[in-house]
C-alpha cells in the first residue's frame, strides 16, 4: 500500500527534483482541459477524468544499477497510468532542484536566470553567465556573486557557439516547480510563471519525434490515488536513464535519474520494474 508523502513545499527541500530533460518530452505535466464544474447540463466532477497536470513525476534515487522515481497524484481522483525507461538526449539541460541545474553537452556558455527576495523585500531577477560545460556540468544559483542564498532558478539557456545573447540558446528551459519553489523559499507566490514551457525549448520537433511510436507491449501500468505517491524502480546498469509517464499513449512527462542520490536502502532484483512502497524509503531525508 501507498503512504502519504509531506507537503510539497516539504517535498521540494527533501527530494532532488529533476525537471525534464530537453530534446527529451514535455518539461512538465501537459495540462489537459478541466472539466465543467457540475451545473444545469454541466459535468459532475466525481466523473470527470483527473487532469494530467495534477501528476508528478520526481526521480528519488539511485543504487548501484538501479534507479528510483516516485510518481505524485495531486488530485482528486485516482489516475491510471503507463511508463517506461528511455535513454536520456546526448545533450539535456536537467534540474536538480530550485537552485541547482545540471548540464550535459559541449556547450560555450550556460545563462542562468535567478529570482530572489533583496534586503529592502522587493522582488530581485538577474541573467549571469556560469561559463561552458565539456561532457556535465552543475551549477549551484548560490555560487554567483551577491546572489543571497534564497535565490532560485527561473530559467537556464545553454550556447554551442557564440554569440552568447539571451533568449537565442539552442537549448532553454524553464523551472517546471517554479511556483512551488517560490512557496518553498519564499513563503508565497511572488512572480507568476512568465510561460507555461511550450514555446521555450527549439527542440520541440526532437521532442516530437521521441515521443512517437509508443507501443503498448513497452510500457508499465500502475495507478495512483489521489493525494498518495507510488514508487518504481528501474535498471540503469550503463548510467543515467530516463522515465516517461504517459496516459493512453500520450507522454505526460520526461524525468532523467537523480544520479547524485543514492538510495538509503539497497533496492533488490525483484523491485526492478515493479511499483514498490512505502516511497519514504526511497527518499533522502535531508532537511
Same mark, same amino acid.
Given at each position: 500500500?501507498?503512504?502519504?508523502?509531506?507537503?510539497?513545499r516539504?517535498?521540494?527541500?527533501?527530494?532532488?527534483?529533476?525537471?525534464?530533460?530537453?530534446?527529451?518530452?514535455?518539461?512538465?505535466?501537459?495540462?489537459?482541459?478541466?472539466?465543467?464544474?457540475?451545473?444545469?447540463?454541466?459535468?459532475? /466532477?466525481?466523473?470527470?477524468?483527473?487532469?494530467?497536470?495534477?501528476?508528478?513525476?520526481?526521480?528519488?534515487?539511485?543504487?548501484?544499477?538501479?534507479a528510483?522515481?516516485?510518481?505524485?497524484?495531486?488530485?482528486?481522483?485516482?489516475?491510471?497510468?503507463?511508463?517506461? /525507461?528511455?535513454?536520456p538526449?546526448?545533450?539535456?539541460?536537467?534540474?536538480?532542484?530550485?537552485?541547482?541545474?545540471?548540464?550535459?553537452g559541449?556547450?560555450?556558455?550556460?545563462?542562468?536566470?535567478?529570482?530572489?527576495v533583496?534586503a529592502?523585500?522587493?522582488?530581485?531577477?538577474?541573467?549571469e553567465?556560469?561559463?561552458?560545460?565539456?561532457?556535465?556540468r552543475?551549477?549551484?544559483?548560490?555560487?554567483?556573486?551577491?546572489?543571497?542564498?534564497?535565490?532560485?532558478?527561473?530559467?537556464?539557456?545553454?550556447?554551442?557557439?557564440?554569440?552568447?545573447l539571451?533568449?537565442?540558446?539552442?537549448?532553454?528551459?524553464?523551472?517546471?516547480?517554479?511556483d512551488?519553489?517560490?512557496?518553498?523559499?519564499?513563503?508565497?507566490?511572488?512572480?507568476?510563471?512568465?510561460?507555461?514551457?511550450?514555446?521555450?525549448?527549439?527542440?520541440?520537433?526532437?521532442?516530437?519525434?521521441?515521443?512517437?511510436?509508443?507501443?503498448a507491449?513497452?510500457?508499465?501500468?500502475?495507478?495512483?490515488d489521489?493525494?498518495?505517491t507510488?514508487?518504481?524502480?528501474?535498471?540503469?546498469?550503463?548510467?543515467?536513464?530516463?522515465?516517461q509517464?504517459?496516459?493512453?499513449?500520450?507522454?505526460?512527462?520526461?524525468?532523467?535519474?537523480a544520479?547524485?542520490?543514492?538510495? /538509503?536502502?539497497?533496492?533488490?532484483?525483484?523491485?526492478?520494474?515493479?511499483?514498490?512502497?512505502?516511497?519514504?524509503?526511497?527518499?533522502?531525508d535531508?532537511?
Amino acid at each position: 500500500m501507498t503512504r502519504e508523502l509531506p507537503s510539497r513545499r516539504e517535498w521540494l527541500r527533501r527530494v532532488t527534483v529533476t525537471a525534464a530533460v530537453i530534446g527529451g518530452a514535455s518539461g512538465s505535466a501537459v495540462a489537459g482541459d478541466g472539466a465543467a464544474t457540475a451545473t444545469d447540463g454541466g459535468v459532475d /466532477p466525481a466523473c470527470a477524468e483527473p487532469d494530467p497536470a495534477d501528476v508528478r513525476l520526481v526521480p528519488a534515487c539511485t543504487d548501484d544499477d538501479a534507479a528510483v522515481f516516485c510518481v505524485t497524484n495531486d488530485g482528486t481522483r485516482p489516475v491510471s497510468l503507463e511508463w517506461r /525507461p528511455v535513454d536520456p538526449p546526448e545533450e539535456r539541460i536537467e534540474f536538480v532542484d530550485c537552485q541547482t541545474v545540471r548540464v550535459v553537452g559541449e556547450f560555450v556558455d550556460v545563462i542562468v536566470g535567478a529570482t530572489f527576495v533583496a534586503a529592502d523585500g522587493q522582488i530581485g531577477n538577474l541573467f549571469e553567465p556560469f561559463g561552458g560545460v565539456d561532457g556535465v556540468r552543475t551549477f549551484d544559483v548560490r555560487e554567483l556573486e551577491g546572489v543571497p542564498d534564497d535565490a532560485i532558478i527561473d530559467g537556464i539557456e545553454a550556447f554551442r557557439d557564440e554569440p552568447v545573447l539571451p533568449g537565442a540558446g539552442d537549448l532553454a528551459v524553464t523551472n517546471p516547480e517554479f511556483d512551488a519553489c517560490q512557496e518553498a523559499f519564499f513563503g508565497e507566490v511572488l512572480v507568476e510563471s512568465g510561460s507555461d514551457g511550450e514555446d521555450d525549448d527549439p527542440e520541440e520537433g526532437a521532442d516530437a519525434d521521441r515521443a512517437e511510436d509508443v507501443s503498448a507491449d513497452d510500457l508499465e501500468t500502475l495507478t495512483v490515488d489521489p493525494g498518495e505517491t507510488t514508487c518504481i524502480a528501474v535498471e540503469a546498469p550503463d548510467g543515467p536513464v530516463a522515465v516517461q509517464l504517459l496516459r493512453d499513449g500520450e507522454v505526460l512527462v520526461e524525468r532523467t535519474s537523480a544520479a547524485d542520490v543514492a538510495c /538509503p536502502r539497497p533496492i533488490s532484483a525483484d523491485e526492478v520494474s515493479s511499483v514498490v512502497a512505502p516511497p519514504d524509503e526511497f527518499v533522502d531525508d535531508r532537511s
